[in-house]
């Protein structure tokens, strides 16, 4: 038995977007045929994601220097308290699905964001001697991921910001094993648009299977 977590970073749902369209559709198919696995849905839009900011670089300070939980402001306890809920709920999870637009040439701020919250020394990674070393292994995960353009392949591919980052990402945490579902080209071959959603569709409900 392995939980999923399954990460949206959209505003919109699935009618209205190829990559939340696509998710879901892997997302069922996921459910079909992994019935005993749990699923834990996070939707970055509705969730609540501090920023580091002042009160998160305070909060870590006193935590550093001595302080107690308790001795830290309100807004610090909050923020530090929840920047340790999204890691741990990362950690629990054993395969991941990351579900993002592409927006110049990455995916939106919130998922840097969240990136942010669970980058953290101890639980995701630890530092030694010979630099960082990740401590999730044996964990899997996929990013479906919706362009207007062709970034897999052809003259665009090395400017694709967001899934290369995010790949090193999950190798920094020690999960190799990450894939991209491009469901891309649609602004420029708008044309083809409904095959190209329909084929990743597919697609993803093949890797389901065997994700
Ligand atoms: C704010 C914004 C920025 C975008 N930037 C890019 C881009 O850099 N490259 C690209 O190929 N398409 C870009 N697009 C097009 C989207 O990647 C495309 O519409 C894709 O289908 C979005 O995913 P979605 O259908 O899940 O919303 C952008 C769209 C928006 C709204």
């Known amino acids: 038995m392995s939980t999923l977590l399954y990460i949206t970073a959209h505003p919109h749902d699935d009618r209205a977007s190829y990559s939340m369209a696509v998710g879901k559709a892997f997302l069922d198919a996921y459910r079909e045929n992994h019935p005993g696995d749990p699923i834990v849905t996070l939707d970055l839009y509705k969730a609540y994601i501090p920023h580091i900011d002042t009160d998160v670089f305070s909060g870590w300070g006193k935590l550093r220097s001595g302080s107690s939980f308790d001795q830290l402001s309100e807004e610090e306890k909050k ?53 960082p070393v990740g401590l999730l292994t044996g964990k899997k995960a996929l990013h479906v991921y919706a362009c207007g353009g062709i970034y897999s392949e052809g003259p665009a591919a090395g400017s694709d910001f967001g899934s290369p980052y995010l790949k090193t990402i999950m190798s920094f945490f020690g999960i190799p094993s990450f894939e991209t ?31």
């Open 79 to 131: 923020k530090v308290t929840r920047f340790g809920e999204l890691t741990d709920q990362f950690v629990a999870g054993d395969k991941y699905v990351f579900v993002t637009p592409m927006w110049n040439f990455s995916f939106p701020p919130v998922m840097k964001a969240y990136i942010d919250t669970i980058c953290t020394a101890g639980k995701t990674f630890k530092y030694t001697e010979n630099g």
């Open 181 to 211: 579902l491009y469901v891309e080209g649609m602004a420029q071959f708008p044309e083809r648009a409904e095959q190209i959603k329909q084929d990743a569709i597919k697609n993803a409900q093949e890797k389901a299977r065997t994700f």
